[in-house]
């Protein structure tokens, strides 16, 4: 049976009912249900270190993979309070992946204290305004609980054409925020889903600009003879997590590929305007890469980052921007 649930907005969720369970006051089941859906939302916000415990089987009515060959498992994981959440995985061989899509939580039962409601995960374009079928979720995260060291997690899969095609029992733990309590009014519209309109690369004091569009084709190159798909332009996502996302967006929004950095303030700097950059999470932040905010405003961002003799000047926007075409 497909479970549908209505939201009247992304984050407030009205629950399902049990007919053949006690009866209750409707009002006070409701707002039971709304504080609890917003509690474990809010706990669940940010980005998560895992640990994988042991492999586990699903008590629940969904209809589970039956792949049992293991190809990866959750290294960590970010969830964000639009309900979007980005998941980097890795195979045994030590190769790093990213799902990424949408989430929305679901109270099977009766809402009791301290229940803790299934998430259900969707792919990037799955719309989760207005009715949802949950059927067409690709996971569920369930039996989740909440530590003083973090939290635990039971992950099952729902379709096989993710590697994280095995169900596994997690533990998580929470990491730090990167932003200085008393940075968060100047600094906290940099935590945005940024459009890179132009990147201008600088050589010798020889700039060449649109670069954007060539970083595109030279990592797309092999697309462009086998047929794969090539997107049409990049954005940056930073969180205040310390997470640095690039993603290779398609016409229609969908992502593509994305790839991962790690930003942390540069402390010898008083101004409060520099990052530092490192691309391995291995990398020691000595090794790292500066970058300087040379603008931030409501729609623009301009960072200039300065890596041995070559200068990127990446200019982002909020506002859309126009694709690159092949």
């Known amino acids: ?56 089987s699903n008590t629940s009515d969904n209809t589970q993979s039956k792949n049992n060959n ?41 809402v009791v204290q301290d229940e803790i409601p299934f998430i259900y995960l969707f792919q990037d374009n799955f719309n989760i305004s207005g009715l949802i079928d949950y059927s067409q979720a690709f996971a569920t995260i369930e039996n989740l609980v909440f530590t003083p060291e973090g939290a635990q997690f039971d992950y099952f899969p729902i379709e096989d054409d993710y590697c994280l095609n095995s169900s596994y029992n997690y533990e998580a733990e929470k990491e730090e925020l990167v932003l200085p309590q008393d940075e968060g009014d100047v600094l ?24 954007q569009c060539e970083v595109i084709r030279q990592t797309f190159e092999e697309c462009f003879n086998s047929g794969c798909e090539i997107p049409e332009r990049i954005s940056l996502d930073l969180t205040p997590y310390g997470s640095y996302y690039w993603k290779y967006l398609s016409s229609d929004g969908s992502i593509t590929k994305i790839e ?8 010898t700097d008083t101004t409060g305007r520099s990052l530092l950059i490192k691309y391995d999470e291995q990398t020691p932040w000595l090794d790292s890469y500066p970058i300087l905010i040379e603008e931030l405003n409501e729609t623009d961002l301009i960072l200039i980052e300065s890596r041995q003799d070559i200068t990127y000047t990446y200019r982002l926007t909020l506002n859309e921007v126009e694709s690159c075409e092949f």
């Open 1 to 56: 049976m497909k479970k549908y649930i209505l939201l009247p907005t992304v984050l407030i969720l009205i629950g399902c009912l049990n007919k053949d369970a006690p009866s209750v006051n409707p009002f006070s089941q409701n707002e039971i249900f709304l504080e609890l859906q917003l509690q474990s939302e809010i706990q669940f916000v940010g980005k998560w270190k895992v640990r994988r415990v042991s492999s586990t």
């Open 70 to 110: 293991q190809t990866c498992q959750i290294y960590n994981f970010e969830m964000f309070n639009d309900n979007t959440f980005i998941i980097k995985s890795v195979d045994a061989d030590g190769n790093y992946g990213f799902i990424t899509g949408k989430y929305a939580t679901y109270y099977e039962e009766i």
């Open 188 to 211: 906290n519209s940099l935590f945005n889903n940024w459009n890179l309109r132009n990147l201008i690369v600088t050589v010798d004091d020889s700039s060449q600009t649109g670069f």
């Open 260 to 267: 991962d950095a790690f930003w942390k303030f540069d402390e």
